[in-house]
């Protein structure tokens, strides 16, 4: 078993690299790994509304802030439409 430390570790030199994960048709993760994570990580879902995320300033600008602060942020775009909700929570759950 990897304890949080270590797993944390492994987990941030792989994603330093990457622009952005893919998950699904219209769904990626981009990760915000700090140099030294803390072993907490969270994933960021950006408000707006069914038709736009609000990217820039509930989801870019929060993961910055989270990483300055040693929490590893991973911020989730996914592609709102008329499906609403099952969309929203496919996509939450691809990225868990």
Known sequence: MVSAPEAGARISRE??????LKLAPGVTLTPFVPE???GT??????GGSYHWL???TEGL???K???DNGISAFVLRYAPG???H????DALESAI
């Open 54 to 56: 609000d990217e820039p």
């Open 36 to 38: 030294n994570p803390s």
């Open 61 to 63: 600008a929060v993961a």
């Open 82 to 84: 008329t499906s609403y």
């Open 86 to 89: 099952k969309k929203m929570y």
């Open 15 to 20: 994603l330093r690299s990457a622009d952005h």
């Open 41 to 46: 990580a969270i994933v960021v879902c950006p």
């Open 65 to 67: 802030w989270l990483a």
